[in-house]
């Protein structure tokens, strides 16, 4: 396994996994092992929050399609959302990706729940986020990855699953035949008796800015 500190500038190199089968959680957690892990943290303070929950995020490379795989501590994973493109974040837990094809003002968001509802949208750049029309004005209606989540027995950690065509993720291809992309995970943390919820990410960012492109990191697909 390859394991990533947050924080660390260099360019994140995906690697080929193999042995993942949508659905069965035990060989999607062993397969994916031999992929690059980031763990969540809460950057933008110099200690975590009390109630801060690690999480765990692994990439990798199957054919033509990137896989993400996380492990999330939760005291209570839940989320409100029953409908496609409802506005996740601010209903209840939720995994988040951000991903922007490298020399492309574009940028995707993808949003998974405990109870796998999704969120899918485009920005065509960082200055259309600003303009707050609102995330239906930028919402993807036909879907874009496939995703699976598991919640445990105990109801204290959940697991979701994605797996999302590297064409996505790349763009067109480069005339320099590079593969490489910035990337962020974020996460909210909705805990009983807090006001807000706990925030955190793998990107090293200074501030709970999860749009905040330039402190995203860098990761380049290998190739198979």
Known sequence: MCDVQTGVSACVMIPPVR???LGDWEATARAMEAGVRLDFTQPWFSHAEADFKPGRVWLGVQGDDLLVYSVLDDDAPANRATQWNDPTWMT?????????AEGRPGYH??????ENCRLQLFFPSRE???EKRGHRHWAIAESRFE?????NDARNRWEAFMRIKLALVL???RDDGS???KFSFSRYDYQSGRKRPVTS???ALSAPDFHNMDEWSWAEVART
């Open 92 to 100: 209840g837990d939720v995994l988040e990706l951000f991903f922007q």
């Open 109 to 114: 968001e993808f949003h998974v729940t405990p």
């Open 171 to 173: 763009d067109a291809p």
């Open 147 to 151: 995703s699976a989540t598991r919640i």
């Open 128 to 130: 259309s986020f600003r």
């Open 179 to 181: 593969r490489r992309f």
């Open 19 to 21: 042995g993942v089968v």
């Open 201 to 203: 990410a793998t990107a």
